[in-house]
């Protein structure tokens, strides 16, 4: 007899996700806290053992807001010199533990709190999970003035660049930058296509995490939550 599968909402799956990485904060230490949906219920989860901690670095103004509003003590990232877990939530994750992500904007601050850490504890919902990575729309920080030039290079590999907007009017990140969207891409060499765009004059950030890619993955499924080590 097989066990039916629990029914859990999207929601829920990121909640029992956020809860599962408490397990990897090592006590007394400063933990790297990343940007979104997921990582909100892990900050929540993290408050309940504020305590414990010595406090967070964030990858963003939102993250930010809501560790102080949860009385968790927020570190410039020149603060520390290394951190034992960054904490991320992803758009896509493959099989190899490469990551898109950026969908919250934040994916450069993501990359430079992730590069402090030994390692990144990514924690998704099971629809994040692909066999190649492309399907989100890619996101790219650029410097405003080169966001044409970039999107050409990118039609050039296929695929469909557009500028992310917000009530009428180009997203602005917390860095002052704009978004690219990039849809169409099947990105079968995370690495080699991370490294190609990073030359790319104008290109802040590519949101592809492969040089910094998941060490372990906490991915929400109906049956419960799956540990996934790359
Ligand atoms: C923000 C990110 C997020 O980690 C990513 O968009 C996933 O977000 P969510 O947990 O809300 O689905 O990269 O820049």
């Not at 492309?134 to 469909?160: D, S, T």
Request: proline fraction near 4%; hydrophobic fraction near 45%; aromatic fraction near 6%.
């Amino acid at each position: 007899m097989t066990t039916p599968a629990a029914s859990f909402s999207q929601d829920e799956l990121k909640a029992l996700v956020g809860q599962a990485a408490l397990a990897y904060v090592v006590p007394g230490e400063i933990v790297g806290v990343g940007t979104g949906s997921t990582v909100n219920k892990f900050i929540d989860a993290l408050a309940t053992v504020k305590d414990r901690i010595a406090g967070a670095v964030s990858s963003s103004v939102a993250s930010t807001e809501r560790l102080k509003a949860l009385g968790i003590q927020v570190l410039d990232a020149n603060e520390v010199t290394r951190l034992s877990v960054y904490i991320d939530g992803a758009d896509e994750i493959d099989g190899a533990g490469y990551m898109v992500k950026g969908g919250g904007a934040a994916l450069t601050r993501e990359k430079i709190v992730a590069a402090l850490a030994d390692r990144f504890i990514c924690i998704a919902d099971a629809s994040k999970r692909v066999d190649v990575l492309g399907a989100f729309p890619l996101p790219v920080e650029v410097i405003p003035m080169a966001a044409g030039q970039i999107a050409r290079r990118f039609e050039a590999l296929g695929g469909q660049a557009q500028v992310r907007m917000k009530d009428g009017a180009p997203l602005v990140t917390d860095n002052g930058q704009h978004i690219l969207d990039v849809r169409g891409l099947k990105i079968a060499d995370p690495l080699a296509f991370e490294s190609e765009v990073n030359q790319w004059p104008g290109v802040v950030t590519v949101g592809v995490f492969a040089h910094q890619k998941a060490a372990v993955c906490l991915l929400g499924t109906p049956e419960g939550v799956q540990t996934l080590t790359y």
